[in-house]
Antibody, heavy 118, light 106 residues
Framework: QVQLQESGPGLVKPSETLSLTCTVS????????WSWIRQAPGKGLEWIGY???????NYNPSLKSRVTISVDTSKNQFSLKLSSVTAADTAVYYC????????????WGQGRLVTVSS | DIQMTQSPSSLSASVGDRVTITCRASQIISSYLNWYQQKPGKAPKLLIY???SLQSGVPSRFSGSGSGTDFTLTISTLQPEDFATYYC????????FGQGTRLEIK
């Protein structure tokens, strides 16, 4: 049973970089795609991007200029960096597994609330 | 970019009702459509993939249909645990979610 767990600061200052890590347990990261998805308070789901084990990425065009997703297969982890954050980036950030062919998200972390505030 | 539009945005229903939620894509996406259920404070859960395939462990009262641009999620007999928010997601190009449909108790 694959499990995902987000970790990282829950508070980030405006204009700084948000950094989160997702640890995958119960399975290898060297298959599937691995994604970040966020949800602003009271709002819907927004896909941020995904990466595979070899480092190939695909990002949401609306966030692409500020997003970097990376993978560390030795630690079974993947990470998100979102630069130049504003209050609009306040959200619950989920890491998730994407089942390649159909791009379906079949396993989710519990989510990490990140607040952008000075 | 593909846009996904769900209707209605919210819906009130009673236990035992049959409920249908609609999702429309801004362009043809074949059957590349998935449905999720999200309860307050929880991560979403995959219900239906490829428009009509039931994810393992999901009750058979949930069903999906459609292809091209128009899709539906049907709950045949509402149970108390089904009151939640439902999202469609296209997987034809990348990953784009609909805005969600909140299903509330009448």
């Amino acid at each position: 049973q694959v499990q995902l767990q987000e970790s990282g600061p829950g508070l980030v200052k405006p204009s700084e970089t948000l950094s989160l890590t997702c640890t995958v347990s119960g399975g290898s990261i060297s298959s599937f795609y691995w994604s970040w998805i966020r949800q602003a308070p009271g709002k819907g789901l927004e896909w941020i991007g995904y990466i595979n084990y070899s480092g190939s990425t695909n990002y949401n065009p609306s966030l692409k200029s500020r997003v970097t997703i990376s993978v560390d297969t030795s630690k079974n982890q993947f990470s998100l960096k979102l630069s130049s954050v504003t209050a609009a980036d306040t959200a619950v950030y989920y890491c998730a597994r994407v089942n390649g062919g159909n791009l379906l998200v079949d396993c989710w972390g519990q989510g990490r609330l990140v607040t952008v505030s000075s | 970019d593909i846009q996904m539009t769900q209707s209605p945005s919210s819906l009130s229903a009673s236990v035992g009702d049959r409920v249908t939620i609609t999702c429309r894509a801004s362009q043809i996406i074949s059957s590349y459509l998935n449905w999720y259920q999200q309860k307050p404070g929880k991560a979403p859960k995959l219900l239906i993939y490829a428009a009509s395939s039931l994810q393992s462990g999901v009750p058979s009262r949930f069903s999906g249909s459609g292809s091209g641009t128009d899709f539906t999620l049907t709950i045949s007999t509402l149970q108390p645990e089904d009151f939640a928010t439902y999202y469609c997601q296209e997987s034809y190009s990348t990953i784009t979610f609909g805005q969600g449909t909140r299903l509330e108790i009448k």
